[in-house]
């Protein structure tokens, strides 16, 4: 359900959309959950967004950006300083639009696993979507470790079963096999066709993704690799509003950095381990 500054919207008559972001709408529209706008500005920056983290999704598929776990990471040293923990740290003298269109430009230089290809989605997607000098003034303390955000993504997980092409959505492997940890889960970006990139694997169905991991199962697991019921997303609306000011808070507090060496785990899982770190201090 949508409504828009307190009316329900029933169709699309009032939105110019093409057959992508018209996907996109009809979902947000099925959706038993109400997604509610203040004006038709968030509803139609929503739905670009969500159709550009598409395009990031379809790019870096393209690209020459390999999977690595952290130990093995690799950046463009021009643009970023890659740290002992295996983070790409945005480099003083670099622009953040410059560094994250480095990424897809020069992707042969780039190794990084799942959970920080999600994030370098967002980013590019959102580079995408606002103009380059609000990006720049946004983001200028990037730093790319697993599922460490900026605080104006505002990432959050959703517990629903219905997806919207643009999510974030998380396939389980429960019984990895301990040579390949690595596999214990694949990052997904849920596409307009249903089918999902993981970064790793590929655009493929949710079928192909699940033999996938569960080719990397442990000797006499009977468990197969599962669809979590919980997904990720930025907060749209907020980045709707902030990203239409003119003027940015430049000493916004930033979330810390939890460095903790395990390759493609879920947003829930870090926030899990980013939840303790605030609690114990």
Known sequence: MIRVAGNN???????????????????LLSDPLTYAYQSMYELEFEITLRKNI????????????????????????????????????????VEPADAIEDIYLNSHLYGF??????????????????DKQQFNRLFKNLYLYSWHADSDLRLQNIDTEHLIPGDIVYFKNPDVNPRTPWWQGE?????????????????TSADQILNFLNQNRRSGSTRSAYLVKTLTRPHFRYLANVTSMRT??????????????????????????????YLKK
Not at 9 to 27: G, K, T, W
């Open 9 to 27: 919207l029933q169709n699309a008559n009032y939105l110019s959309l093409d057959p992508i972001e018209r996907v996109i709408f009809n979902s």
């Open 54 to 93: 598409m395009n990031s999704a379809r790019l870096m598929n393209q690209s020459q950006a390999e999977f690595e776990v952290f130990a093995n990471s690799r950046c463009n040293p021009e643009f970023w300083t890659r740290t002992i923990l295996g983070g790409f740290k945005l480099k003083s003298n």
């Open 113 to 130: 696993e799942c959970a920080t290809a999600m994030l370098i989605i967002y980013y590019h997607s959102v580079l995408n979507t606002i």
């Open 187 to 203: 990052n997904a970006v849920v596409m307009e066709d249903g089918s999902y990139f993981g970064h790793g694997i590929g655009i």
């Open 248 to 277: 940015i808070i430049s000493n916004k507090p930033q979330l810390e950095v939890i460095h903790h060496d395990e390759p493609s785990i879920p947003s829930s899982k870090y926030l899990y381990y980013l939840n303790m770190f």
